[in-house]
């Protein structure tokens, strides 16, 4: 494993987020070094997409304190700011079904960012040569198999520069053949020094390139380790029952 940087990346301290009366996520810390990749696993319903969603602020949190980069995330002006710093891959890939793969990953870098269209398409196609679709620029999204759909939405984030990438179950939707595509792409990321968090349930990714591995239910990081330690010598009753039943 390539030696991680020092620098805090992700700083989240007592994040709560309650939905109504229902407590969804109760005290959440959590601090993730630049270049780190975190694969978060968990039974449904845990949080686990409420935290991914909290760290760009899809949600609101109820309480707690997230840092982006040093940067506080709070209601008002920065917001923005972090959405754009934080990229988020989908279960469902979303991309616009009305734009080509290309305008789909030119329209935030020219939109939010004010790249020139020249700028927004040289590096769209030099991000669709390394998800491996350069020939698949002018098709629609429809035309596209889900894992190609999932390598382009890949793309779109990358397309934005950000310093993390989120990926909430990016393979989950995906017919088992195309899961390896997908899969390659996060790991020659990770490679490169992609700063990651990733939720899955693909436990040999968690093992090949997860640095540590968290292990959330009811709301809380019950167990967090190396994929080794977590692995072979579960310490906690919950998680030791999880993978019992999926391993
Ligand atoms: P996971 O991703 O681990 O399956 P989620 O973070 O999606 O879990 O959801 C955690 C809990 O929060 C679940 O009980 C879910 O029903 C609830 N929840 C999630 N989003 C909302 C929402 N917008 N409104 C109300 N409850 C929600
Ligand atoms: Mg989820």
């Known amino acids: 494993m390539e030696e991680k940087d020092s620098k805090t990346m992700i700083s989240v301290k007592h ?19 630049e270049k780190e ?3 978060i696993i968990g039974p449904s319903g845990s949080g686990k997409s409420t935290i991914l969603r909290c760290l760009n ?18 209601e008002g002006a920065n917001l923005n700011a972090i959405r754009r710093e934080v990229g988020m891959v989908f279960q469902r890939f979303n991309l616009f079904p009305n ?26 196609m030099r991000l669709l040569k390394r998800v491996g679709l ?26 934005m520069n950000p310093k993390a990438l989120l990926f909430d179950e990016p393979t989950s939707a995906l017919d088992p053949e195309m899961v390896k595509e997908v899969l390659d792409v996060m790991k020659s990321l990770a490679k490169e020094g992609m700063t990651m968090v990733v939720v899955t349930h693909e436990m040999g990714f968690a093992k090949e ?13 019950v167990e967090e380790a190396t994929p080794e330690e977590f692995f072979s010598h579960p310490k906690n009753k919950r998680t030791q029952d999880f993978l019992s039943k999926i391993l």
């Open 209 to 221: 390139v997860g640095d540590r591995v968290m292990f959330v239910d009811g709301g809380l990081i």
């Open 99 to 124: 734009m080509t793969v290309l305008q789909n990953i030119m329209l935030a870098p020219m939109q939010v960012r004010g790249k020139s269209k020249e700028e927004a398409k040289e590096k769209a």
């Open 57 to 74: 602020h899809l949600e609101t949190p109820s309480g707690g304190e997230i840092v982006i980069d040093g940067i506080k995330l709070e």
């Open 37 to 39: 990749v975190v694969v």
């Open 15 to 33: 994040l709560s987020k309650k939905f109504g009366d229902v407590t969804v996520l109760k005290d959440i810390n959590l601090d993730i070094k």
């Open 134 to 159: 350069e020939h698949k620029a002018d098709a629609m999204p429809d035309e596209l198999s889900g894992g190609q759909q999932q390598r382009v939405a890949i793309a779109r984030a990358l397309a």
